[in-house]
């Protein structure tokens, strides 16, 4: 637009200027005297001849040549000099948005935006610079979270090994004191102390497993696989579980296959914690487990059902984060994490996890979907 404005401008105002400058000197001079024929005109030589003799009879008409001259010199640059500047304010403005907008940057204030501009290269410098604005205000908002989850980590961990290890310093005491003086106590002393081990190691190899899959460098091991076929063998090796825990277990696993992308020993901590968590938090009186599962949108679902405790609408969208439990008093073992691990398998394996709930007292659905191999 301004290319376009620079070029038409001066020639307009050059061509008023000539054509003034033409009447005055055809009024103020004999240019008839000149008696050049039209098809003379056409030789340059006959021509050049005619203005010399016109110049030489006329000196003074000089003057009025090179004042033209002056003129459309003087407006060719006032003309190229005004509008250079006015492109050069306007583009300042966009410099100076951009300017302001590194020193935002670099005062830590990310909650502004470039505006672009009229320029094709400044609007793509401004919409860089945005772009770059907004990565660092997500990694800002990342680094402030992962923050408090390190806040988190520190303060549950403290929490959760004290119990343990408190136990285990205690039976460890007593055992000492010679309060264990017969077999039977100080076998029951030893399991009592290896189960708190136990605890602290399934402890320390969730967060493990955790901290690899947060740095993504759990390897995972996919091959295709039936996980229909992998559901019914597990739920068989966990038979003994539901009888010591008297779970009434509904299998609605069909016998059709479902071929998915999988890592079998993955998805076994998935489907371990999932059931876990539906037998710890189960009906105490009467608790029953449904597993079903079914295609549809071009995966399978896999759904958990237990008439357990529930979760309340506005818990549902924390439990996965990582050192997150319902229960406020902390009184259930467990470091939180097992969830959090088991939405971040299932995210590998190209799938989505979720639960539902209608609320406290009415049962919690664990569902998993996986997507179907090609």
Not at 344 to 361: A, C, P
Request: aromatic share 10%; charged share 25%; hydrophobic share 45%.
């Amino acid at each position: 637009m301004y290319n376009i404005i620079m070029l038409i401008t001066p020639i307009i105002m050059i061509g008023v200027i000539s054509v003034c400058f033409l009447v005055t000197f055809i009024m103020k001079f004999p240019v008839e005297e000149m008696q050049i024929s039209r098809a003379a005109l056409l030789n340059p030589a006959v021509l050049l001849h005619a203005v010399g003799e016109f110049f030489e009879s006329n000196p003074g008409s000089v003057l009025y040549v090179l004042l033209w001259l002056l003129l459309c010199t003087v407006t060719l640059v006032l003309s190229t000099t005004f509008f250079t500047g006015m492109m050069t304010k306007s583009m300042e403005k966009s410099i100076n948005d951009l300017a302001r907008a590194a020193q935002y940057v670099r005062d830590g204030n990310l909650d502004f935006e470039v505006m672009g501009s009229v320029y094709d290269e400044i609007d793509v410098l401004c919409g860089n610079f945005d772009a770059m604005r907004k990565e660092l205000k997500l990694a800002g908002e990342r680094e402030k979270y992962m923050k408090r989850e390190r806040s988190m980590l520190l303060a549950n961990i403290s929490h959760d090994l004290k119990t343990p290890v408190t136990s285990i310093k205690g039976y460890v005491d007593g055992i000492r004191d010679g309060v264990a003086d017969t077999p039977d106590k100080m076998k029951r002393y030893l399991d009592t102390i290896y189960n708190k081990a136990e605890v602290i190691d399934d402890m320390v190899n969730n967060l493990s497993v955790f901290s690899k899959l947060e740095l993504s460098r759990l390897v995972f091991d996919f091959e295709k696989g039936d996980i229909n076929a992998f559901l019914r063998g597990f739920i068989k090796d966990y038979q003994l579980d539901f009888e010591k825990n008297n779970v009434t277990l509904i299998n609605n696993i069909p016998t059709t296959s479902a071929v998915v992308r999988v890592d079998y020993e993955k998805i076994n901590r998935v489907f371990s914690n999932l059931i876990d968590n539906a037998v710890k938090y189960g009906n105490a009186d009467n608790p029953t487990l449904e597993i079903a599962s079914f295609i549809r949108d071009g995966g399978v679902y896999v759904c958990l059902t237990d008439n357990g405790m529930g979760i309340d609408e506005d818990e549902l969208k924390n439990v996965f984060e990582g050192f997150y439990r319902v229960d406020s008093s902390r009184s259930i073992k467990g470091s939180g994490l097992g969830l959090g691990i088991a939405k971040k398998i299932v995210e590998n394996h190209g799938g989505k996890i979720w639960l539902k709930s209608d609320g406290l007292g009415k049962g919690t659905t664990a569902v998993v979907y996986l997507p179907l191999a090609k």
